[in-house]
């Protein structure tokens, strides 16, 4: 076996120039596979991460039937029982309840259709980034009377400003008209054009007054520690609250929430892998083509090989090795040379600017790329690529241990 890795190493070297640009391919495709699963996972992340922070959290607890239809009529009893049950679930860092109804604001002439946010005002910056995105004002703040927070288009379209009254109308949970002057406190702004037009928070407590619905509130949201601890804390909350919750209660992950975020996510990863795939194969080829024509250059030479008694097996590892030892040395090159790229691309974010950067602030995401390394990105690239090279390895080696010594004689 000595013999045959020196011989396997030797060959490599035979054609310096062809060596080197099998290297060079398998290197760029290693240094892409690395860096675009990274900036997918990375980009992914932070949408998912943009999108649970503005409005559902990680998770969101509701009454049974809520995702479809979203009325006072499937709510959740939120008690002392249910608040501690939910916070003491471990990798639970955050937990806001709300109030989400409809209705129309009213200030003149102008009256808009709003989507009504009632929010505790010291529990939402746990789990939501909305007071962090106020322009003008303040955020609910404690001891004035029935403040209400508008979304920056939204005050616009209803020429108000902070300090302006307005009028809420809405239906209450008992059916009775319900009506309210509310102060302008402050005013956010919100990178989802659709939900900027049409946002309104006001403090829990009012809404709950407002709408007559006691302790009661239409969802929990709750974050998480980590995105990937989702699934064991939606098992632990699901298992928790079935005893604990005076109504029947159901616990959905932001997919669930947001189906079409999880189905613009896996559209955009389809691309991805295609357009690597397309790359592994092309450097499979590179391969194929490098060792395949060694064999070829070398009839004499296996002959004799052949001739001297060296047996066929040997012949074939011989020729193996040689593409592994290509593919291991592209390997490690191109993960040497993606990994720092990656790590400092994770901690330095890159802008997007421009067009680009206003259609994606239209989406509702922040115009940043990111990117995230994850143990099985590496990993998984480098296993899929030497997995490739291997079977591209394949027919170069057995066609060399079948070259016969008369082939040697005959290239004479």
Excluded: C
């Excluded at 990375?42 to 969101?60: F, Y």
């Excluded at 479809?68 to 249910?82: C, G, H, I, W």
């Excluded at 910056?125 to 004035?144: I, K, N």
């Amino acid at each position: 076996m000595r013999l045959e890795r020196r011989l396997a190493w030797r060959n490599v070297w035979r054609n310096p120039r062809r060596t080197g640009l099998t290297l060079a391919a398998t290197v760029f495709a290693v240094f892409l596979v690395v860096v675009f699963v990274a900036m997918g996972a990375g980009v992914h992340e932070k949408m998912i991460e943009d999108s649970v922070r503005i409005h559902s959290g990680h998770l969101q607890v509701s009454g049974e039937g809520y995702l479809e239809d979203r009325t006072l009529e499937q709510s959740v009893p939120f008690d002392a029982r249910l608040d501690r049950a939910i916070r003491e679930t471990e990798g639970v860092v955050g937990v806001a309840p709300r109030l989400v109804a409809f209705g129309l604001l009213s200030k003149g002439s102008a009256t808009k259709g709003v989507a009504l946010f009632g929010v505790d005002p010291e529990r939402e910056p746990s789990v939501s980034t909305l007071p962090e995105r106020l322009v003008r004002g303040q955020f609910l703040p404690a001891g004035a009377t029935r403040p209400i927070v508008l979304a920056e288009r939204l005050a616009r379209s209803l020429g108000a400003d902070v300090g302006d009254e307005i009028l809420l109308y809405s239906v209450a949970y008992t059916l009775e008209n319900a009506y309210d002057l509310f102060e302008v406190s402050g005013i956010i702004a919100l990178p989802e054009p659709e939900l900027d037009r049409t946002l309104a928070v006001i403090g829990l407590a009012d809404a709950q007054a407002f709408f007559v619905y006691g302790d009661r509130v239409s969802e929990v949201a709750i974050l998480a520690s980590d995105a990937d601890r989702i699934p064991a804390i939606h098992a632990d909350l699901a298992s928790a609250l079935g005893s604990v919750a005076a109504t029947p209660v159901e616990v959905h992950p932001w997919n669930e929430v947001m189906p079409e975020l999880e189905q613009f996510i896996f559209i955009d990863d389809a691309g991805m892998y295609i357009m690597l795939v397309i790359l592994v194969v092309v450097v499979a080829f590179g391969i194929l083509n490098t060792i395949l024509m060694s064999v070829l250059e070398r009839t004499r030479e296996l002959g004799v090989m052949l001739a001297l008694g060296l047996p066929p097996s040997s012949i074939f590892r011989v020729v193996y090795l040689e593409s592994m030892i290509l593919a291991a040395v592209g390997l490690a090159v191109g993960l040497a040379l993606a990994l720092p790229v990656v790590l400092w691309f994770q901690g330095h974010p890159i802008p997007i600017t421009g067009d680009a950067g206003n259609a994606t602030a239209a989406f509702g995401f922040e115009p940043v790329v990111t990117f995230k390394l994850k143990p099985l990105n590496p990993l998984g690239s480098a296993l899929t690529i030497f997995g490739v090279a291997a079977l591209a390895a394949l027919y170069p080696a057995i066609k060399a241990s079948r070259a016969r010594p008369v082939d040697a004689l005959r290239s004479l």
